[in-house]
């Protein structure tokens, strides 16, 4: 293997990086690494506490690639036993433990969902069960003498919970020590993680030179805003763009982003090279240039990543279709039911179209909801079903309801 030159491998790792700590070691990695022809082992941890992955969590698979790209060795780790205790890092609450089989069951769609952007091939998938359920009692009390509780508490939600005389939980004080383990074990060289997760990766460095092991690099990313540019992106918030979403749905997810968080989307969770990036931010600093252009791009590019490009084009032609031209879709979900009528938040849920009824009616009375076009604002109004009816859920989403026969 041969690696690219030190320079070349720095610019492409920089991209959209936060923290690089220390960076002159990181450096020294490297070069070592060329001179060896040696790639170092990079490390990402996963915890499957749910079952599907957003765009938010491709922002560290992306930099995996990166440096899979660069020819070093990518190593992902499930936390199959850390995800039983739950990362506290922005909690200020003891997060409920999963079962082990909730946890393997949420890790198999994830490991799917990895190969969709890292080379099958040259990745390796390691559980951490795999060396946590042999550890001894005694190699367990051996791993918690090699941090403080006061060290502990200096981490921000500790200290918060602390102050606050909120409960934490003894084993929460075990996580962070886990996720260090884990370098121990594949003896990592950098280790990924968001912001929040910095005292954790540091905390990594400090285990593996308790074990004699050269200490890795942390490399921390941006935490990604959710499409409606105020929070995260969170599936318990709404405001996610899942990787396994229909075609058409991510485009017109994309499309509602703000403005403003084009930029961080192109350089997180796209495959530009560096180059084409450098020329999307003089774009979007031009007053000439329609932003919306740009943003078409945008949403072709990550229906392009994901579905292809025959299914971004036809993703693009049919919003302009739906929400240019105000037609319907070509096609949509079809429901027959056998009632005379629906109260409308029902409607939601016997459609899909709301996970919740407390959602459906939040729906309904923020002005989301239109029954063959016109808006429905009561959720408890009812709703005939004497004809086929076209019910709108948000800007995106329509179905074809029809009765009986």
């Known amino acids: 293997m041969t690696f690219p030159p030190l320079n070349e491998q720095m610019d492409v790792i920089r991209r959209g990086t936060v923290d690089l700590l220390p960076e002159e070691e990181l450096v020294q990695k490297i070069e070592n690494s060329i001179k060896s022809n040696k790639p170092l082992i990079i490390k990402q941890g996963f915890d499957p506490t749910a079952p599907d992955i957003h765009l938010g969590h491709t922002v560290g698979i992306r930099k995996l690639k990166h440096f899979q790209d660069l020819g070093h060795q990518v190593v992902v780790i499930i936390g199959d036993y850390t995800a039983m205790v739950g990362d506290p890092s922005e909690k200020n609450s003891t997060r409920p433990r999963l079962t082990h089989k909730e946890v393997m069951a949420n890790a198999k769609t994830y490991q799917e969902q990895f190969f969709k952007i890292l080379d099958k091939e040259k990745t390796r998938i ?11 009692f005694d190699e ?41 383990y884990d370098s121990v074990m594949i003896k990592a060289d950098v280790e990924l993680g968001a912001t929040e997760q910095k005292f954790n990766l540091v905390i990594a ?5 308790e074990y004699n092991i050269d200490q890795q690099i942390v490399l921390t990313l941006p935490v990604l805003a959710g499409v409606d540019g ?15 979403e229909p075609a058409n749905e991510t485009y017109g997810k994309v499309m509602s982003i703000p403005d403003e968080l084009m930029y961080p989307y192109f350089e997180l969770i796209s495959d530009v090279s560096l180059s084409e990036l450098s020329d999307i931010k003089k774009q979007l600093d031009d007053p000439n ?18 579905h292809g490009k025959k299914a971004s084009n036809e993703a693009e032609s049919a919003f302009k279709r739906v929400f240019v031209e105000k037609e319907l879709p070509d096609t949509m979900p079809e429901f027959v039911l056998d009632e ?42 009812a709703i005939p079903i004497n004809s086929e009816i076209i019910l709108k859920v948000g800007k995106r989403k329509f179905v074809k309801i029809s009765p009986k026969k």
């Not at 390691?126 to 001894?136: I, L």
């Not at 509780?149 to 409960?167: G, H, I, N, T, W």
């Not at 105020?230 to 396994?244: C, E, F, P, T, V």
């Open 340 to 381: 005379s009528s629906c109260r409308i938040d029902d409607l939601l849920i016997h459609t899909k179209t709301a996970d919740s009824k407390s959602n459906a009616r939040r729906l309904i009375q923020q002005g989301g909801v239109s029954v063959n076009g016109e808006k429905v604002s009561d959720p408890f109004a």
């Open 205 to 209: 460095r400090q285990i593996q030179k």
């Open 140 to 180: 367990i009390m051996a791993l918690a003498s090699k941090f403080t509780v006061a060290r502990m508490l200096e981490r921000d939600d500790f200290s918060k919970r602390y102050s606050s005389r909120l409960p934490i939980s003894i084993h929460e004080f075990f996580y962070p020590l886990m996720q260090g």
């Open 230 to 244: 105020a929070q995260r992106m969170s599936k318990s918030l709404g405001n996610y763009i899942g990787i396994d």
């Open 126 to 136: 390691r559980y951490n069960g795999e060396w946590f359920s042999k550890m001894s």
């Open 289 to 306: 240039i329609n932003p919306r252009d740009t943003k078409k791009y945008l949403a072709r590019t990550v229906v392009k990543m994901y």
